[in-house]
């Protein structure tokens, strides 16, 4: 069964740099074809993608946030870790990673919880 | 990017009713399109991928068909349980894009 589960910071502020962390189990990151991504949604809002780290170590991000994004993994943890730096009250968000993979044709099958952060002085 | 446009934004009707919902892609996305439900305060939840293949454990009440730029949403026989926001996202390129959603409501 796969699961997965974002951890970070509930309140930041203006400027300061998050770092979110998703735990995962069920799956390896070193196996061909899986991936793990982020999603954001503000609140009452659309759901945005931005960024993705794939089994072989292909990032992928946001173009127009890709100077405040990186991804990384740690297959020895089963962690992914996404750092957003400069934050921005607009970015405040409930903060979704999930595992995608060949599979399921790189849908996002299994979702994390989500974890709100608000960005506020 | 891609732009992904749903319609309608929303929609009210009755359980048992037929409903529809549409996704069109801003360039050709062949059959790499995913429909996902969310609820209120919960993640969304991988309904249909590839335009057509049914995720294990969703209902057969829901289908999805399309292919290139157009996609549609079927929910056969509405249940209560169905009320919520459906999303359209592609995975045919990065970024991957959203639709804006299309909330179904309680008529």
């Known amino acids: 069964q796969i699961t997965l589960k974002e951890s970070g910071p509930t309140l930041v502020k203006p400027t300061q740099t998050l770092t979110l962390t998703c735990t995962f189990s069920?799956?390896?990151?070193?196996?061909?074809?899986?991936?793990v991504g982020w999603i954001r949604q503000p609140p009452g809002e659309a759901l945005e993608w931005l960024a993705l780290v794939y089994w072989d170590d292909d990032e992928r991000y946001y173009p127009s946030l890709r100077n405040r994004l990186t991804i990384t993994k740690d297959t020895s943890k089963n962690q992914v870790v996404l750092t957003m730096t400069n934050m921005d009250p607009v970015d405040t968000a409930t903060y979704y990673c999930?595992?995608?993979?060949?599979?399921?044709?790189?849908?996002?099958?299994?979702w994390g919880q989500g974890t709100m952060v608000t960005v506020s002085s | 990017d891609i732009q992904m446009t749903q319609s309608p934004s929303s929609l009210s009707a009755s359980v048992g009713d037929r409903v529809t919902i549409t996704c069109r892609a801003s360039q050709p996305i062949d059959r790499n399109l995913n429909w996902y439900q969310q609820k209120p305060g919960k993640a969304p939840n991988l309904l249909i991928y590839?335009?057509?293949s049914l995720q294990s454990g969703v209902p057969l009440r829901f289908s999805g068909s399309g292919s290139g730029t157009d996609f549609t949403l079927t929910i056969n026989s509405l249940q209560p349980e169905d009320f919520a926001t459906y999303y359209c996202?592609?995975?045919?390129?990065?970024?991957?894009?959203f639709g804006q959603g299309t909330k179904v409501e309680i008529k």
């Open positions: 996202q592609q995975s045919y390129t990065t970024p991957r894009t």
């Open positions: 999930a595992h995608t993979s060949a599979k399921y044709k790189y849908a996002f099958d299994i």
């Open positions: 069920g799956f390896s990151l070193i196996t061909s074809g899986v991936g």
């Open positions: 590839a335009a057509s």
